[in-house]
């Protein structure tokens, strides 16, 4: 079996050599920017380990594992857009470095060439493949959807955002893992855990995300501290703080979210003191446990020898206890 810094390796030297031989150029150098960018490339490491739970040749498919990486990679494009973002790991955004426009056509073509790549396999498997990658991209989207309209909704109750995450990140982790596993010809009820391992690991993931935007060191988690808090973003953190105040904690959380303009790092302070004492970081931390634990659940329930999911439940666990 491949370990998970092994099968990094293979996914980072299979991007480095997709090749770009259409014209124009110019439509797929943003393309080949993106995806040189780095990334933790989760998604296609976690199709390759599912896979490998039932096969020993997981490079087999390596072109599904870097479709997904590339359909990731496509909404990170498209949400730096909608978002206004100018820098994205340590680099210019592609509108930012290009314009608006070349970001949505080569974002357009990405989308496609992901379709391309994850579709890239046998007969008696794409029927079943596509329509789990399909379901998925419609979620993603309707997620998405969800996250823009909470921005101007001040009643965003603890289920939407659950949901929300669960739908914008959590089942293209749970994709991937689906996929991997109809790769390799597993059951129909080991395809159900793995899916649901996914889903419960990646709302573990996102919880830590918004724990470490909060509490992360910054020289280990790569960038400034406290983005959502500046941003009022509704995160499980601040909805429950919202949610969990005392009158007069309340009163001063709002006054926070609505004076502008305001210090950055005063602001950042206060929140985060609101946070300490009404124990939001502690509440953030349970119910990351409690998601890890159920992916984990799910996992034992896949009907594998259990030493082959082994270095699974470590990747999995070193992508909920990450720092950065």
Known sequence: MYSSEELLNKVNEALENLAYDRQPHTLYDPIRYVLSLGGKRIRPVLMLLAYNLYREDPLRIMSQAIGVETYHNFTLLHDDLMDKADMRRGNETVHKKWNANQAILSGDTMLLQAFDRVGD???????????????????????????????????????????????????????????????????????????????????????QDDLLDVYGDPQV???????????????????????????????????????????RSEK?????????????????????????????????????????????????AQMVNRQS
């Open 121 to 207: 396999c046998d007969a008696d498997k794409m029927k079943d493949v596509m329509a789990v990658f399909i379901l998925t991209t419609y979620e993603v989207g309707e997620g998405q959807q969800f996250d823009v309209e909470f921005e101007t909704r001040d009643d965003v109750t603890e289920a939407e955002y659950i949901e929300m995450i669960r739908l914008k990140t959590s089942v293209l982790l749970a994709c991937a893992l689906k996929i991997g596993g109809i790769m390799a010809g597993a059951s129909a009820d080991d395809l159900d855990n793995l899916y649901k391992t996914g889903e419960q690991i990646g709302l573990a993931f996102q919880l």
């Open 268 to 316: 950042i302070e206060a929140v985060t003191e609101l946070y300490n004492a009404i124990g939001i970081r502690e509440l953030c931390e349970e119910r990351i446990n409690y998601y890890f634990e159920q992916g984990c659940q799910y996992l034992d329930r896949v009907n594998v020898p259990e030493a082959r999911k082994t270095i699974l439940r470590q990747y999995i």
């Open 221 to 263: 988690f790569g960038k400034n501290i406290g983005g959502d808090i500046v941003s009022n973003k509704k995160t499980y953190m601040l909805i429950n703080a919202l949610n969990r105040a005392n009158p007069a904690q309340h009163a001063k959380l709002v006054d926070l979210l609505q004076t502008w303009p305001f210090d």
